[in-house]
Nanobody
Framework: HVQLVESGGGSVQAGGSLSLTCTASGPTYERGCVAWFRQAPGKEREGVAVVEADGTAYHADSVKGRFTISKDNAKNTLSLQMNSLESEDSAMYYC??????????????????WGQGTQVTVS
């Protein structure tokens, strides 16, 4: 059983930066696809970035060049560095993992394990 716990959310002004961390436990974490999703009020949950077991990363077009996903298998952590934040980035951010085809457009239903989310507010 995998447990995921996000941290690092908060409030920031437009143009600022935040770094999110997802700490994982469980044997499947290293082998699976790990991802960051976000959901703004009234909107569907969307994939932000994913990273494959070998470290290959993909980012949604809306965040490409501004956000960077990375993982540290030794520490069992997944990170999302967010720079040049915009008001449209305000959302609840979730990390997720599962044995899935690892693309940023993968459906949320494909992921087995989810964290509880961390709020990011950009004003």
């Amino acid at each position: 059983h995998v447990q995921l716990v996000e941290s690092g959310g908060g409030s920031v002004q437009a143009g600022g930066s935040l770094s999110l961390t997802c700490t994982a436990s469980g044997p499947t974490y290293e082998r699976g696809c790990v991802a960051w999703f976000r959901q703004a009020p009234g909107k569907e949950r969307e994939g932000v970035a994913v990273v494959e077991a070998d470290g290959t990363a993909y980012h949604a077009d809306s965040v490409k060049g501004r956000f960077t996903i990375s993982k540290d298998n030794a520490k069992n952590t997944l990170s999302l560095q967010m720079n040049s934040l915009e008001s449209e980035d305000s959302a609840m951010y979730y990390c997720a993992t599962g044995i899935v085809f690892c693309v940023v457009t993968a459906s949320q239903e494909s992921f087995t394990y989810w964290g509880q989310g961390t709020q990011v507010t950009v004003s």
